[in-house]
């Protein structure tokens, strides 16, 4: 009937069939389903203890829909109910992970995850729970939970053959998701400027609101690989969804997905992020991969947890005698654990007494300030220093597009050098000068360093308001000793940067700016 | 006895299985291109809520100023206190700043203030107080970083501006923009000629419920009010 159907049809809805109706075991999504869920209950379980503050009307509700201009579109819940349903939450979690009732346990996880986000738009909602909301509700719509989980364990024992091999539309589904958000992010890049500079991400590597990240540290000295970096991501985020569905190419593309995301950690300081998209890749996993994985020699061990053809299945489940009805499988076994566990999440968040206003000192007196703390953070306004509009004050001989492809200090008579200067947006249009300075031998600073001396050169350029850097070009010739000199930047009158760089011996002696 | 039951077929159900998941295919999919859409045409992305769920505008730009948020009460005694801090301790969501730091448009920081003075013992409160703190980002460089690149030393200094003042029902007698957007606006005042240009052609009535950005609102009837925290 279905090849009859078929070449009714013709080849387009052949392949369409083939896309989202082919059959597999869907160990990607089993391995998601298990992975995802475990990832998501770090951030449940760092929340649980502020669960009252954070999603109840007895604390500082702050709903993302009242940012959309839509206050009421979501019930604001009682303590009580806040906490018991957060605990609910992270309960599903662990059932989606273990597998049972699984497709209650994702349904149920992902409608929570979504009415607790909408709670809290500042420390629970990012994309990455809403992407992980996308990944739990197409994992719910799947079968992922008849393989490696409670709910197949107790099919066996009840001696009833599932039939694992399913259609793969839900996981075409994930997978095209992933296409969308990457081509989404593209566009995001396209729209926000100074993106294909570098410089906005420079600027978040400058930037400690996530965590550590000593790579971006380091990267914050070189834009050009930056910029490089994000014509790459721009590139790959946009053909994704082209060709991760070509066999050549599939393993490519989610390779540098894998390591761009992986390099977010160290670059970024961010960690959930990375780990739930690393998690979720799992559903790019067909039959035949995980197969073909295992056949590798360091995963020949796990072949036998691969339920391979319905005869496993059925010699695993005749093995066994089948439990009454009605025991650790059945619905009202469920909820029942479900419900004590909520309940208990209540009770014990309510004798953990969250805000301590109970206890024999209760409430808490609040912490003072020191007076003058409040006095220099209530002080009238001040205008920006000239030094705090600088970004950075860079010398070096090569360019690339903007950039300095390097930093150096040291020239030889004849080259020519680039005093770069990179302004911190917004600034107001900009007179600045730079001067060439001989260093004062014997006269150092109270470090000991060199300090300029002489002025033997000065130059001077207007910067507009929508420019980010500009340049002073200087070549050395006749005239300029051997030795160490200095580049002094100055804005209103007002030194902001100077930069310390020598002079080899050579033949040509001077220097002079373009 | 010897073949393992299997799930009974469900006879007439295939079909209708089939259609409704066609229908869900192409439904979904065509959320997730609408969404791609209203982004890539920067239209109706923020019209409702459910549309943060389908818009993938995961970088949405940094500037070049770090900033936190100070909360503080002034009591009848001219004394004090810190909010951002509560004595029960504070929630670090994503790395080691508190949650009232990722609030861009100020909209629920009062609140966040209120809640603690809701839950501790104090003397009573004349004022509520939500500061910024700014600093130019490259401040932020470890100090081994920051001496191979420059060869100043690093000095720090903070800009503070008051956002919001709150009275303890959560009434707001004051607003004003962030430092950020100050600084932005301070460039077109900066033109003389532009300064001019916008000063007589300023309308003669104000124009009621438009706040002029960066100066106070006005107290009383106009004066907005967020959410106070509710009694349980």
Known sequence: MAATSEALNGRSESGFNKFFFAREIPYGMALARISLPLVLLVDIVRRWGFSREIYSTDGAIATLHANFGQPDLLPELPAPAAVGLFTLLGALLVTSALGWRTRLSLFGACGLYVYFSFMDCLSTVTKYTVIAQHVLFLLALSNCGELWSVDAWIARRRGIRLDLRAPIWPQRLVQILFGMIYFGAGITKMHTEGFFTGDQLVFWMMTYINNEHPLGDHLTRYPLIVSISCYTTFIWEIVFIFTVFQQRLRWWMLAIGTIFHIMTVFTLGLIIFPVVITASYLVFLSEEDVKKIVGWRPFRGLARYLVDAPEAAGQSAVSRPAPARGAFGSFAVFAMTMAVISFAGIECEYLLDHYKTRGPGGPLPLLEIAREDVERMLAPEQPLRQSDKLMAFDMGSVLVGEHLASHRTQYHPGERFVAQVSLNPPHEDMWLECSMCESMPGEDDEEGRLVPGRILYKTGLIMLRESFRTNFLFTIDNGIAPGEYFLKLYSANEEVARKRFTVLPGKIRAASAD | ?232
């Open chain 2, 1 to 232: 006895m010897g073949q393992p039951a299997v799930n009974p077929p469900r006879e007439g159900t295939g079909s209708m299985k089939r259609i409704l998941s066609v229908a869900f295919i192409v439904c979904y999919v065509s959320a997730l291109t609408y969404g791609n859409v209203c982004h890539l045409l920067r239209h109706g992305t923020v019209s409702h809520t459910m549309m943060y769920m389908i818009v993938w505008d995961m970088f949405c730009g940094w500037s070049a100023y770090d900033s936190r948020v100070h909360l503080i009460a002034e009591g009848e005694s001219e004394t004090y206190y810190d909010l951002s801090h509560p004595p029960w301790g504070e929630l670090h969501a994503f790395g080691y700043i508190s949650r009232e730091n990722y609030d861009p448009f100020n909209s629920h920081t009062g609140t966040i203030g209120l809640n603690v003075l809701k839950h501790t013992r104090h003397e009573p409160i004349t004022r509520i107080l939500v500061i910024e703190e700014s600093w130019p980002k490259k401040l932020n460089l470890p100090d081994a970083i920051w001496n191979l690149r420059y060869d100043n030393p690093k000095d720090r200094h903070s800009y503070f501006r008051v956002r919001t003042i709150l009275l303890p029902d959560g009434t707001i007698t004051k607003q004003q923009d962030s430092f950020l957007s100050c600084q932005a606006r301070k460039l077109s005042t900066a033109n003389p000629r532009l300064a001019q240009d916008a000063f007589s052609g300023r309308p003669l009535f104000l124009n009621e419920g438009n706040g002029e950005i960066g100066r106070d609102l006005p107290v009383g009837p106009g004066a907005s009010r967020i959410s106070a925290p509710s009694a349980q």
